[in-house]
C-alpha cells in the first residue's frame, strides 16, 4: 500500500488540479462498477465462445489444469464468498478468478486506506459495488487531501482498465470531426460509455500542468460533457455532432 501521508511539495496542488482528479476517479469508478459483475458472469460455466470461433482442441495437460482451476475457484468462494455456478462440472478460467481476487482486494485495501486517512472507522464489510459507491460518496473528503487523492484515481483506473482486459472488451469509440486544440491533429474521438471525448493522438501533451497526460504515457486528454462547448470553440466540431456521436453504439477504428 502506498504512503498516503500529505507530505510537503514544492507547490500546492491548484483547485483545477484537485477537480480533475476527482473527476477522473468518478469516471473510472463509474466504469468498474458497470463492468465488474460481468467477471462473475464470465466464470458461469457453458458461455459459448464469440459468434464464428471453434473450440480449441484438447491439449496436453488440460485435465490436469481444469482440476487447479476449479480449486482456484473454490478458494476463491471461500475467500470472497462469490457463487460459482456448476464449478464441479465445468472449467473456470483462472485468469478471470485472478481478476476477481485482485480487484476485489484491491478495493477493500482502498476503501480501508480512504477511512484511515480520513478519520473514519474502519468500514463495515460489503461487496465491491457497495465500497465504490461508499468511496465515491467520500470525495469531497477525499478532494481536501490531494496524494490520497491520486492515490484512489491510480488504484480505480488500475483496477478498472484489468477488468476491461480480462473481459476482452472494447470500449466503443465514434470519430469525431475538427483538431485537437493541444496537437492540431485530427484524433478527436467520442467514447459513450464514459460521455467523454478523447484526443487518441499517443504524441498529444496539453499544457495544462494538472491533466494526466503530463505524468502517465497511457493517459488521454478528456474533455468531459461540461467541457464540450469549450472544445468545439477551439476544435472546429460542433456541439450537436458530440452528442450524436454519444448515441452511436458502432465501434470506429482509432
Known sequence: MADLTDHTAPAAPTAHAVELVVRDIALWTASLVRQFPELSEELAPGRRSPAG???????????????????????????HGLAV???GAAPIRLHISDAIRDITDGVVELEDAVCARLGLPRPRRAGVIER???IVGLLDAVAAHPVLARHVRDEIRRMA??????????????RVSGRCPWCDSVSLRAFPDRRAVLCVNPACVC?????????????????PESAWGELTEASGTRTEEIEAAMDDTKETSC
Open 85 to 87: 455456478p456448476g464449478h
Open 207 to 223: 499544457t495544462d500542468g494538472a491533466c494526466g497526460c503530463q505524468d502517465d504515457p497511457a493517459y488521454r486528454h478528456l474533455w
Open 132 to 134: 465504490l459507491r461508499r
Open 53 to 79: 470461433t471453434a473450440p480449441t482442441a484438447p491439449y496436453p495437460g488440460r485435465d490436469e489444469l481444469i482440476r487447479e482451476e476449479r480449486r482456484e475457484a473454490l478458494l476463491l468462494e471461500q475467500r
Open 161 to 174: 482498465r484489468r477488468c476491461a482486459r480480462t473481459l476482452g472488451d472494447s470500449e466503443t469509440i465514434v
